[in-house]
T-cell receptor, first 116, second 116 residues
């Protein structure tokens, strides 16, 4: 079974709209880390955020915000007032601390297109 | 140069060719990774090196051969590839491997490989 599910394959929004990207994860561990990455057309995965399983506070960084809810095993990402430069593929990832190493489990990504 | 760099950015090769992908990290990290990214599939971890020793090899065919001469450089040697090996190959680095999920991975821009 896939550990990270991003059910939204593609999303299109008009510029200045808000958009939420969903991420649902699966783990039996009590200590784990969640990540979001952005992959623009250039190909590089750009690190956006890392959260540990003990910190459920929502986080805001400029137009970006993240909603972590352990009760639903979700770590959703919202972009407020979207811009064309936000067009990219966004990946959610999970890493489980009890692993012997720093292995990440990635979702299949959500392709976001912001239409001017 | 900063972050993680990869060369070449694009590569087209025949099935009988031998080529190498290069990755260099300028972050002072001790762990380096090769991932394969195919369309509509999660990122696939191929190899991990920690302190220049291979610590993970996820059932990758022998036509892919990694090399890590020092903690800053990582190579992926390719020979007798198949068309299904066409993909984006991403390199990443993190502070360590044994931290067990606490270290953020930073990615390079990738090499877009096409096998004819």
């Amino acid at each position: 079974a896939q550990k990270v599910t991003q059910a939204q394959t593609e999303i299109s929004v008009v510029e200045k709209e808000d958009v939420t990207l969903d991420c649902v994860y699966e783990t039996r561990d009590t200590t784990y880390y969640l990540f979001w990455y952005k992959q623009p057309p250039s190909g590089e995965l750009v690190f956006l955020i890392r959260r540990n399983s003990f910190d459920e506070q929502n986080e805001i960084s400029g137009r970006y915000s993240w909603n972590f809810q352990k009760s639903t095993s979700s770590f959703n990402f919202t972009i407020t007032a979207s811009q064309v430069v936000d067009s990219a593929v966004y990946f959610c990832a999970l890493s489980e601390l009890p692993n012997t190493g720093n292995q990440f489990y990635f979702g299949t990504g959500t392709s976001l297109t912001v239409i001017p | 140069e900063t972050g993680v760099t990869q060369t070449p950015r694009h590569l087209v090769m025949g099935m009988t060719n031998k080529k190498s992908l290069k990755c260099e990290q300028h972050l002072g990290h001790n762990a380096m990774y090769w991932y394969k990214q195919s369309a509509k599939k999660p990122l696939e971890l191929m190899f991990v090196y920690s302190l220049e020793e291979r610590v993970e090899n996820n059932s990758v065919p022998s036509r892919f051969s990694p090399e890590c001469p020092n903690s800053s450089h990582l190579f992926l040697h390719l020979h007798t590839l198949q068309p299904e090996d066409s993909a984006l190959y991403l390199c990443a680095s993190s502070q360590g491997w044994l931290a067990g999920g606490t270290d953020t991975q930073y990615f390079g821009p990738g090499t877009r490989l096409t096998v004819l």
